[in-house]
Antibody
Framework: EVQLVESGGDLVQPGGSLRLSCVAS????????MTWVRQAPGKGLEWVAN????????NYVDSVKGRFTVSRDNAKNSVYLQMNSLRVEDTAVYYC?????????WGKGTTVTVSS | SYEVTQPPSVSVSPGQTARITCSGD??????AYWYQQKSGQAPVLVIF???KRPSGIPERFSASTSGTMATLTISGAQVEDEADYYC????????????FGGGTKLTVL
Protein backbone atom coordinates (compact mmCIF):
# COMPACT_ATOMS: atom_id res chain seq x y z
CA GLU A 1 0.00 0.00 0.00
CA VAL A 2 1.29 3.41 -0.96
CA GLN A 3 1.50 5.44 2.22
CA LEU A 4 2.99 8.56 3.79
CA VAL A 5 3.07 9.02 7.54
CA GLU A 6 4.04 12.33 9.13
CA SER A 7 5.17 12.84 12.69
CA GLY A 8 6.88 15.38 14.89
CA GLY A 9 4.16 17.96 15.32
CA ASP A 10 3.93 19.56 18.75
CA LEU A 11 3.20 22.68 20.76
CA VAL A 12 6.21 24.99 20.68
CA GLN A 13 6.86 28.54 21.83
CA PRO A 14 7.52 31.37 19.38
CA GLY A 15 11.16 31.35 18.37
CA GLY A 16 11.45 27.62 18.96
CA SER A 17 12.35 24.80 16.64
CA LEU A 18 10.72 21.59 15.50
CA ARG A 19 11.62 18.81 13.07
CA LEU A 20 8.89 17.08 11.13
CA SER A 21 9.37 13.66 9.57
CA CYS A 22 7.53 11.84 6.82
CA VAL A 23 8.10 8.15 6.14
CA ALA A 24 7.11 6.73 2.76
CA SER A 25 6.22 3.16 1.90
CA UNK A 26 4.82 1.19 -1.00
CA UNK A 27 6.51 3.03 -3.85
CA UNK A 28 10.05 3.71 -5.16
CA UNK A 29 10.83 6.72 -3.00
CA UNK A 30 13.96 7.77 -4.87
CA UNK A 31 11.99 8.36 -8.09
CA UNK A 32 9.91 11.17 -6.65
CA UNK A 33 10.17 14.75 -5.58
CA MET A 34 8.54 15.30 -2.19
CA THR A 35 6.58 18.35 -1.04
CA TRP A 36 5.40 19.84 2.24
CA VAL A 37 2.06 21.65 2.31
CA ARG A 38 0.46 23.30 5.33
CA GLN A 39 -2.99 24.42 6.33
CA ALA A 40 -3.56 26.94 9.09
CA PRO A 41 -6.71 26.47 11.19
CA GLY A 42 -9.77 27.33 9.12
CA LYS A 43 -7.62 28.43 6.17
CA GLY A 44 -6.64 27.11 2.78
CA LEU A 45 -3.71 25.04 1.60
CA GLU A 46 -0.25 26.59 1.29
CA TRP A 47 2.68 25.06 -0.58
CA VAL A 48 5.70 25.25 1.73
CA ALA A 49 8.71 23.48 0.22
CA ASN A 50 9.82 20.71 -2.06
CA UNK A 51 12.92 18.62 -2.64
CA UNK A 52 14.11 16.67 -5.64
CA UNK A 53 15.02 13.01 -5.91
CA UNK A 54 18.58 13.24 -4.59
CA UNK A 55 18.07 16.17 -2.24
CA UNK A 56 20.23 18.60 -4.18
CA UNK A 57 17.40 20.88 -5.33
CA UNK A 58 15.17 22.51 -2.76
CA ASN A 59 12.56 25.23 -3.06
CA TYR A 60 10.67 27.24 -0.44
CA VAL A 61 7.78 29.65 -0.18
CA ASP A 62 9.06 33.13 0.61
CA SER A 63 7.55 33.19 4.11
CA VAL A 64 9.75 30.31 5.33
CA LYS A 65 12.99 30.98 3.47
CA GLY A 66 15.92 31.13 5.88
CA ARG A 67 13.90 29.51 8.67
CA PHE A 68 12.83 26.11 7.30
CA THR A 69 15.01 23.45 5.70
CA VAL A 70 13.74 20.45 3.76
CA SER A 71 15.90 17.34 3.52
CA ARG A 72 15.58 13.65 2.75
CA ASP A 73 17.24 10.35 3.56
CA ASN A 74 16.61 7.96 0.71
CA ALA A 75 18.03 5.05 2.69
CA LYS A 76 15.23 5.56 5.21
CA ASN A 77 12.51 6.52 2.69
CA SER A 78 12.07 9.70 4.67
CA VAL A 79 11.71 13.41 4.12
CA TYR A 80 12.12 16.02 6.83
CA LEU A 81 11.20 19.63 7.52
CA GLN A 82 13.43 21.41 10.02
CA MET A 83 11.58 24.47 11.27
CA ASN A 84 13.49 27.16 13.17
CA SER A 85 12.52 30.59 14.47
CA LEU A 86 8.90 29.50 14.55
CA ARG A 87 6.20 32.13 14.50
CA VAL A 88 2.58 32.08 15.61
CA GLU A 89 1.59 32.20 11.94
CA ASP A 90 3.37 28.88 11.32
CA THR A 91 0.62 27.16 13.30
CA ALA A 92 -0.90 24.63 10.91
CA VAL A 93 -1.40 21.03 9.94
CA TYR A 94 1.63 20.03 7.89
CA TYR A 95 1.18 17.46 5.15
CA CYS A 96 3.84 15.72 3.12
CA UNK A 97 2.98 14.63 -0.39
CA UNK A 98 4.49 12.63 -3.22
CA UNK A 99 5.15 15.05 -6.04
CA UNK A 100 5.04 14.44 -9.79
CA UNK A 101 4.13 18.12 -10.32
CA UNK A 102 0.75 17.05 -9.11
CA UNK A 103 0.67 15.63 -5.60
CA UNK A 104 -1.06 12.31 -5.90
CA UNK A 105 -0.37 10.79 -2.49
CA TRP A 106 -0.73 12.65 0.81
CA GLY A 107 -0.16 11.80 4.42
CA LYS A 108 -2.76 12.51 7.08
CA GLY A 109 -0.76 15.43 8.44
CA THR A 110 0.88 16.43 11.70
CA THR A 111 -0.17 19.44 13.78
CA VAL A 112 2.23 22.22 14.71
CA THR A 113 1.05 24.80 17.23
CA VAL A 114 3.20 27.84 17.93
CA SER A 115 2.00 29.61 21.03
CA SER A 116 3.29 31.04 24.29
CA SER B 1 3.98 36.85 -6.03
CA TYR B 2 1.85 34.71 -8.31
CA GLU B 3 -1.77 34.04 -7.45
CA VAL B 4 -4.59 31.91 -8.73
CA THR B 5 -8.08 33.05 -7.82
CA GLN B 6 -11.18 31.02 -7.03
CA PRO B 7 -14.69 32.00 -5.89
CA PRO B 8 -15.15 31.40 -2.16
CA SER B 9 -18.30 29.37 -2.56
CA VAL B 10 -20.53 27.56 -5.02
CA SER B 11 -23.87 26.02 -4.20
CA VAL B 12 -25.96 23.54 -6.22
CA SER B 13 -28.79 21.10 -5.67
CA PRO B 14 -28.12 17.36 -5.94
CA GLY B 15 -28.02 16.29 -9.57
CA GLN B 16 -27.15 19.72 -10.87
CA THR B 17 -23.86 20.66 -12.51
CA ALA B 18 -21.35 22.51 -10.38
CA ARG B 19 -18.64 24.62 -11.97
CA ILE B 20 -15.69 26.02 -10.05
CA THR B 21 -13.36 28.45 -11.76
CA CYS B 22 -9.71 29.27 -11.25
CA SER B 23 -8.08 32.32 -12.79
CA GLY B 24 -4.35 32.82 -13.26
CA ASP B 25 -2.18 34.69 -15.72
CA UNK B 26 0.13 31.71 -16.31
CA UNK B 27 -2.60 29.14 -16.93
CA UNK B 28 -2.21 29.34 -20.72
CA UNK B 29 1.35 28.01 -20.20
CA UNK B 30 1.09 25.96 -17.01
CA UNK B 31 -1.08 23.04 -16.02
CA ALA B 32 -3.87 23.38 -13.50
CA TYR B 33 -4.48 20.71 -10.90
CA TRP B 34 -7.54 20.28 -8.68
CA TYR B 35 -7.81 18.89 -5.18
CA GLN B 36 -10.86 17.93 -3.13
CA GLN B 37 -10.67 18.24 0.64
CA LYS B 38 -13.45 17.00 2.84
CA SER B 39 -13.74 18.20 6.40
CA GLY B 40 -10.97 16.86 8.63
CA GLN B 41 -9.30 14.91 5.82
CA ALA B 42 -6.19 15.26 3.69
CA PRO B 43 -6.63 16.62 0.16
CA VAL B 44 -7.29 14.24 -2.72
CA LEU B 45 -6.15 14.86 -6.30
CA VAL B 46 -9.20 14.84 -8.60
CA ILE B 47 -7.74 16.38 -11.78
CA PHE B 48 -4.14 16.61 -13.04
CA UNK B 49 -2.59 18.29 -16.09
CA UNK B 50 -5.65 20.46 -16.78
CA UNK B 51 -8.14 17.72 -17.56
CA LYS B 52 -6.92 14.22 -16.66
CA ARG B 53 -8.72 12.20 -14.06
CA PRO B 54 -6.76 9.86 -11.73
CA SER B 55 -7.96 6.32 -11.42
CA GLY B 56 -10.72 5.99 -8.86
CA ILE B 57 -12.11 9.48 -9.40
CA PRO B 58 -15.73 9.35 -10.64
CA GLU B 59 -16.40 10.30 -14.26
CA ARG B 60 -18.66 13.13 -13.15
CA PHE B 61 -15.48 15.09 -12.37
CA SER B 62 -14.02 16.84 -15.39
CA ALA B 63 -12.01 19.96 -16.07
CA SER B 64 -10.86 22.23 -18.86
CA THR B 65 -8.85 25.36 -19.44
CA SER B 66 -9.39 28.29 -21.75
CA GLY B 67 -6.92 31.13 -21.73
CA THR B 68 -6.31 32.28 -18.17
CA MET B 69 -9.26 30.34 -16.73
CA ALA B 70 -9.44 26.74 -15.58
CA THR B 71 -12.79 25.20 -14.72
CA LEU B 72 -13.63 22.14 -12.65
CA THR B 73 -17.02 20.68 -13.55
CA ILE B 74 -18.96 18.20 -11.46
CA SER B 75 -21.79 16.85 -13.58
CA GLY B 76 -24.69 15.59 -11.51
CA ALA B 77 -23.19 16.66 -8.19
CA GLN B 78 -23.82 14.31 -5.28
CA VAL B 79 -24.19 15.13 -1.60
CA GLU B 80 -20.87 13.36 -1.00
CA ASP B 81 -19.14 15.85 -3.32
CA GLU B 82 -19.64 18.59 -0.76
CA ALA B 83 -16.10 19.69 0.07
CA ASP B 84 -13.50 22.39 -0.41
CA TYR B 85 -11.88 22.40 -3.82
CA TYR B 86 -8.47 23.89 -4.51
CA CYS B 87 -6.86 24.86 -7.77
CA UNK B 88 -3.05 24.45 -7.88
CA UNK B 89 -0.55 25.71 -10.41
CA UNK B 90 2.72 27.57 -10.84
CA UNK B 91 3.86 30.76 -12.49
CA UNK B 92 5.59 30.93 -15.84
CA UNK B 93 9.10 31.50 -14.47
CA UNK B 94 9.95 27.84 -13.92
CA UNK B 95 11.18 28.75 -10.42
CA UNK B 96 8.92 26.42 -8.46
CA UNK B 97 6.57 29.18 -7.36
CA UNK B 98 3.71 26.77 -6.70
CA UNK B 99 0.47 28.20 -5.38
CA PHE B 100 -2.95 27.04 -4.33
CA GLY B 101 -6.06 29.05 -4.92
CA GLY B 102 -7.93 30.19 -1.84
CA GLY B 103 -10.34 27.29 -2.14
CA THR B 104 -14.00 27.03 -3.07
CA LYS B 105 -16.54 25.60 -0.67
CA LEU B 106 -18.98 23.48 -2.66
CA THR B 107 -22.34 23.03 -0.99
CA VAL B 108 -24.69 20.38 -2.38
CA LEU B 109 -28.15 20.56 -0.87
Amino acid sequence: EVQLVESGGDLVQPGGSLRLSCVASGFPFTRYWMTWVRQAPGKGLEWVANINHDGHEKNYVDSVKGRFTVSRDNAKNSVYLQMNSLRVEDTAVYYCARDRDDMDVWGKGTTVTVSS
Amino acid sequence: SYEVTQPPSVSVSPGQTARITCSGDALPKRYAYWYQQKSGQAPVLVIFEDSKRPSGIPERFSASTSGTMATLTISGAQVEDEADYYCYSTDSSGNHNWVFGGGTKLTVL
